[in-house]
């Protein structure tokens, strides 16, 4: 496994690298790899750089904080999804199975219709933490003898409801400022970061990520079914409510930053699965790196390939799923 490690890590590095180096040169103002080495090195060292003030404004307060932001972004969701498919056993679960991006985007789209500027709405869409707080509530309640059949399944009907409440303020809003803001957001869109919003989304991330590398071993034995993992000593409740909460902790976050982008969290997992194997202390790393490098081509794409800005859930989903009919059609190959 070590030796399928180290190149999967390698490939999974290289590709968050050229992510970096095309997002920061492409674009409207195109940059030359020289000019961004010269820039960022004098900031490194506190020299002047060569390049023109008009290049430096762009690498550092244009593009550097959207090129931060989306690689926090993938690399969050790719791990979230990782921890999901892991601890419910099933492929096809993305980070918001369990309602919390439906909760996320309710919060979000409320603060837009009460007019509560930027970090209202920020704050409000760390509603998806509450909404999974519920489906955990009401999953447990039921007391199943298959708990994680239940929470899925709880998972779904709340998020059903939560996009129906979406429904309903989109309804009521004002068709002519308050409804495109929310069609815009739930898109999802890195078009208005700047360095002010780094911090809300870099501490969350950063801790939920911490906990779930903490944990990268029991995940493995969580990944077994659930007598196996008490068997072996694991208390699979409270295992579970710590993955849960750290993994809903990103995802509330990303969304919060970025607004709703699909299909990063369920096929990204995959790739990372083929590269290094389905470990999760060699999976997340690996996860989180191609995750950062993923979202920034599809963030460089969204913003120069039309003259007005995509937004970047369309293209994780036009990009996503023949790629995951690809993937899909490769399993069943193995199988067979």
């Known amino acids: 496994m070590t030796q399928r490690f180290f190149p999967g890590l390698l490939i999974a590095t290289a590709v968050l690298i050229a992510g970096l180096i095309v997002a920061f040169a492409v674009g409207r103002y ?3 790899f020289g000019e961004l080495f010269d820039v960022l ?3 490194a060292t506190g020299g002047a750089p060569a390049a023109s003030e008009a290049t430096e404004n762009v690498i550092l307060l244009v593009r550097g904080p959207r090129v931060i932001a989306a690689v926090l972004v993938g690399a969050a969701l790719a791990v979230a999804g990782a921890a999901f498919q892991g601890l419910f056993r099933n492929p096809l679960v993305s980070p918001d199975i369990l309602g919390a991006s439906s909760g996320a985007a309710l919060g979000a789209v409320l603060g837009i219709y009460f007019s509560l500027g930027v970090i209202g709405i920020g704050l409000l869409a760390f509603g998806g933490l509450l909404a999974v707080a519920a489906v955990y509530g009401i999953g447990s309640a039921l007391q199943s003898r298959d708990p994680i059949l239940v929470l899925v399944l709880t998972g779904v009907v709340v998020g059903a ?4 409440g979406v429904g309903l303020v989109k309804y009521l809003a004002d068709p002519y400022n308050q409804l495109p803001a929310m069609t815009f957001w739930l898109l999802g869109s890195l078009a208005a970061t700047n360095a002010g919003d780094l911090i809300p989304l870099a501490g969350p991330v950063a801790l939920g990520t911490i906990v779930l590398v903490a944990l990268r071993w029991r995940m493995n034995v969580m990944s077994l079914p659930e007598e196996e993992a008490r068997a072996l000593g694991v208390p699979t409740g409270p295992m579970r409510i710590a993955i849960v909460a750290a993994a809903t902790l990103v995802t509330s976050a990303s969304v919060a ?3 709703v982008i699909g299909w990063v969290g369920l096929v990204v997992p995959h790739l990372a699965r083929a590269l290094v194997g389905p470990d999760f202390p060699k999976l997340l790393p690996t996860c989180a790196l191609l995750g950062g490098g993923y979202l920034l081509l599809i963030d460089t794409l969204a913003r120069t390939m039309a003259p007005i800005e995509i937004p970047l859930g369309i293209l ?3 990009i996503g799923t023949p790629f995951f009919i690809w993937l899909l059609a490769g399993m069943q190959r193995n199988w067979s």
């Open 30 to 32: 195109p940059v030359g």
């Open 41 to 43: 090195w004098s900031r």
């Open 161 to 164: 409801l939560l996009g129906a």
């Open 257 to 259: 930053a970025s607004g």
């Open 316 to 318: 994780t989903a036009v």
